[in-house]
T-cell receptor, first 113, second 110 residues
């Protein structure tokens, strides 16, 4: 099993450009999450999904959109990137319920110039 | 005020020392408490998980939860250079979401 994978690993964007980050998990998990990690801020939840076809806003959703068309995939979109979105993005998944272990991907390092 | 407070350190200790990490929180409804370990340029991985109050031990690691004080701790005994990482506390209301601390960076010197 690959666990949780993220594509791409690194990306540099110019302000105003758009991009999509892909998260895939092969553990048949119901719940999937997108976080951003910034120095001194810890992990902050952007959006999450409790099942195929569902999405919900987290703590810092502005400027991001998500889709979960297939159970194993969770996409994070930036329609018009801003320098404030420079961060490391982590995807996570869990079988069900917050008491279960969240398995994290390796992260995507995004720089917006 | 952040919901979960964690001193970011950094913390530097000699090999073999006891590492003590802690977090405080403001929401008394939190029920599940976790510690994640994150190596440089990697994703976090679950290290310890505790439900409600009490202690839990796993090898060299001990997690403590004091709900009356809204305080959780992680102790690492006989620390090794391989323990050098960032340690994040996390807690949950059992609503599918985790609230994380900022993380404490630990370096164990050989």
């Amino acid at each position: 099993n690959a666990g949780v994978t993220q594509t791409p690993k690194f990306r540099v964007l110019k302000t105003g450009q758009s991009m999509t980050l892909l998260c895939a998990q092969d553990m048949n998990h119901e719940y999937m999450y997108w976080y951003r990690q910034d120095p001194g801020m810890g992990l902050r939840l952007i959006h999450y999904s409790v099942g195929e076809g569902t999405t919900a806003k987290g703590e810092v959703p502005d400027g991001y959109n998500v889709s979960r068309l297939k159970k194993q995939n969770f996409l994070l979109g930036l329609e018009s990137a801003a320098p404030s979105q420079t961060s490391v993005y982590f995807c996570a998944s869990t079988l069900g319920g917050s008491s279960d272990t969240q398995y994290f991907g390796p992260g995507t390092r995004l720089t917006v110039l | 005020q952040k919901e979960v407070e964690q001193d970011p350190g950094p913390l530097s200790v000699p090999e073999g020392a006891i590492v003590s990490l802690n977090c405080t929180y403001s929401n008394s409804a939190f029920q599940y408490f976790m510690w994640y370990r994150q190596y440089s340029r990697k994703g976090p991985e679950l290290l310890m998980y505790t439900y409600s109050s009490g202690n839990k031990e796993d090898g060299r690691f001990t997690a403590q939860v004091d709900k009356s004080s809204k305080y959780i701790s992680l102790f690492i005994r006989d620390s090794q250079p391989s323990d050098s990482a960032t340690y994040l506390c996390a807690m949950s209301l059992n609503d599918y979401k985790l609230s994380f601390g900022a993380g404490t960076t630990v370096t164990v010197r050989a």
